[in-house]
């Protein structure tokens, strides 16, 4: 016996989901290198990242999801030198204000 679907009209459809639309910033250890080996790490949760280099500075910053699903990153020392970049899910790339480049990944 062969069953018929349904008309369109008769199916029921969702209005809301339980899922969040957009993924959630990454969390966790923070680490990054420049090309002289030097080295600043911390934790964090997207919101709010505390980094520490070997010289006991510290980094604060937090994450922003940009609407191409890059994930943009600025950090701020209490001097006022800063750090920006972006991560492309690969890693996270970011520069200094003397254009050195950092480079870096998430635990």
Request: with cysteine; glycine share 14%; net charge neutral.
């Amino acid at each position: 016996m062969y069953h018929h679907p349904a008309p369109a009209d008769t199916c029921v459809s969702m209005i809301y989901s339980r899922h969040r639309n957009h993924q959630s910033l990454p969390g966790g250890h923070f680490t990054f290198q420049n090309g002289r080996n030097r080295v600043i790490s911390g934790p964090g949760d997207g919101d709010y990242i505390f980094l520490r280099d070997e010289h006991g500075n510290q980094w604060r910053g937090m994450a922003e999801r940009q609407a191409d699903d890059t994930i943009r990153y600025r950090f701020r020392d209490d001097a006022g030198n800063s750090i920006s970049g972006f991560s492309d899910g690969c890693g996270i790339t970011l520069r200094d204000q003397k254009g050195l480049t950092w480079r870096g990944f998430v635990n």
